[in-house]
């Protein structure tokens, strides 16, 4: 199988290269199967032509998958039930999903991917949201691929008037991964969080592009990144507020909580703040450092070993996010995910 190789994750306006933030090169095999709507999924037809969006990966990640004939599945939802999509990976695999909630819907996604131990590769996940008028998706991932499976996942999402839709993300496990989300606030009062809670360890890799866009007046957005980093770990986070002239009144937040757990690390943050319009709130903050002496302390002086103060730190971070899921069947899954993780350990 070929392999195509292409940019993505591109920080708008780049800055300076020598911190080799701006984008990154990803290899990616063309003719990838796709996968994740094999469950028994109720699905319909998604026209290309309806669903292009800007996505957190970039354009040359969708020129990719159309080239790769890669085509968008419309994922049917029942009212406010969870749609749950759970799949590990075995070979190569690109997927395009869309989920879409009618005017005043509640629209609820969980999605698990994962692979085995024996399994090497790439796969592909984009996931396009568009969400009417006073409409809610609450969309919660779990991505934990095994040593050979790196996973790209892409989200592209549309708010109208009066819309929300809260992200929750826990990255863990194997492989390295790159990851994109940006949201278009199209719509007066539309609203997006996203909760990011990673643990990278034994030499993985995490990039991250996240833009919230602000189109319409009074518009929110909160972008939250929680983690840990230990044993030659590289995580990459670009954090884009982007205030666009006419989006008089809206409000856009970016924060970051890193632990760094060793000197081995390397952790680059990029907040990015673009405004062209006045009447505006922009906030970006970031916390990155070890873990307090006297904590670490504490915890070993009552008979935990340093390594499994560690573990707690870690799963700590990853139950930060987790705790953000709004559907309580999705957020009892994740919990338990992370749970089972750590008590293994």
């Given at each position: 199988?070929?392999?195509?190789?292409?940019?993505i994750n591109s920080l708008v306006p780049p800055t300076w290269n020598r911190l080799k933030v701006n984008d990154i090169t990803v290899e990616l095999p063309t003719g990838s199967a796709a996968g994740m709507t094999d469950q028994g999924l109720k699905t319909g037809e998604a026209k290309p032509a309806d669903w292009q969006m800007?996505?957190?990966?970039?354009?040359?990640?969708?020129?990719?998958?159309?080239?790769?004939?890669?085509?968008?599945?419309?994922?049917?939802?029942?009212?406010?039930?969870?749609?749950?999509?759970?799949?590990?990976?075995?070979?190569?695999?690109?997927?395009?999903?869309?989920?879409?909630?009618?005017?005043?819907?509640?629209?609820?996604?969980?999605?698990?991917?994962?692979?085995?131990?024996?399994?090497?590769?790439?796969?592909?996940?984009?996931?396009?949201?568009?969400?009417?008028?006073?409409?809610?998706?609450?969309?919660?991932?779990?991505?934990?691929?095994?040593?050979?499976?790196?996973?790209?996942?892409?989200?592209?999402?549309?708010?109208?008037?009066?819309?929300?839709?809260?992200?929750?993300?826990?990255?863990?496990?194997?492989?390295?991964?790159?990851?994109?989300?940006?949201?278009?606030?199209?719509?007066?009062?539309?609203?997006?969080?996203?909760?990011?809670?990673?643990?990278?360890?034994?030499?993985?890799?995490?990039?991250?592009?996240?833009v919230a866009k602000h189109l319409a007046k009074t518009t929110k957005a909160d972008i939250n990144v929680t983690g840990a980093l230990s044993k030659n770990a590289r995580k990459t986070f670009r954090g884009t507020i982007d205030f666009v002239k006419g989006c008089t009144g809206s409000d856009g937040k970016e924060s970051e909580?890193?632990?760094?757990?060793?000197?081995?690390?390397?952790?680059?943050?990029?907040?990015?703040?673009?405004?062209?319009?006045?009447?505006?709130?922009?906030?970006?903050?970031?916390?990155?450092?070890?873990?307090?002496?006297?904590?670490?302390?504490?915890?070993?002086?009552?008979?935990?070993?340093?390594?499994?103060?560690?573990?707690?730190?870690?799963?700590?971070?990853?139950?930060?996010?987790?705790?953000?899921?709004?559907?309580?069947?999705?957020?009892?899954?994740?919990?338990?995910?992370?749970?089972?993780?750590?008590?293994?350990?």
């Open positions: 199988m070929t392999a195509e190789k292409i940019k800007d996505t957190g990966c970039g354009a040359e990640l969708s020129a990719f998958l159309e080239k790769n004939g890669t085509k968008p599945v419309l994922v049917a939802n029942d009212g406010d039930k969870l749609v749950s999509i759970k799949k590990t990976y075995t070979e190569n695999a690109a997927d395009i999903i869309c989920f879409e909630a009618k005017e005043g819907q509640t629209v609820n996604i969980l999605t698990d991917v994962t692979s085995d131990e024996n399994t090497e590769g790439t796969a592909v996940l984009q996931v396009l949201l568009k969400a009417e008028k006073g409409a809610k998706i609450n969309l919660a991932q779990i991505v934990r691929p095994g040593k050979g499976m790196k996973i790209v996942n892409d989200i592209g999402s549309v708010a109208a008037e009066g819309a929300q839709i809260n992200i929750v993300q826990v990255f863990m496990d194997g492989s390295d991964i790159s990851a994109g989300c940006r949201t278009a606030l199209k719509g007066e009062e539309a609203a997006t969080e996203n909760h990011v809670g990673l643990v990278r360890t034994n030499g993985q890799t995490l990039d991250m592009n996240y909580n890193m632990l760094l757990l060793d000197d081995t690390i390397v952790n680059k943050t990029v907040p990015l703040i673009l405004c062209t319009e006045e009447t505006v709130a922009g906030s970006h903050g970031a916390t990155i450092g070890k873990p307090a002496e006297d904590i670490l302390f504490y915890m070993t002086s009552r008979g935990i070993t340093r390594e499994r103060a560690v573990e707690i730190l870690e799963r700590a971070s990853l139950e930060a996010a987790a705790n953000k899921i709004e559907n309580a069947e999705a957020k009892e899954y994740v919990l338990g995910i992370i749970a089972g993780k750590y008590a293994d350990e």
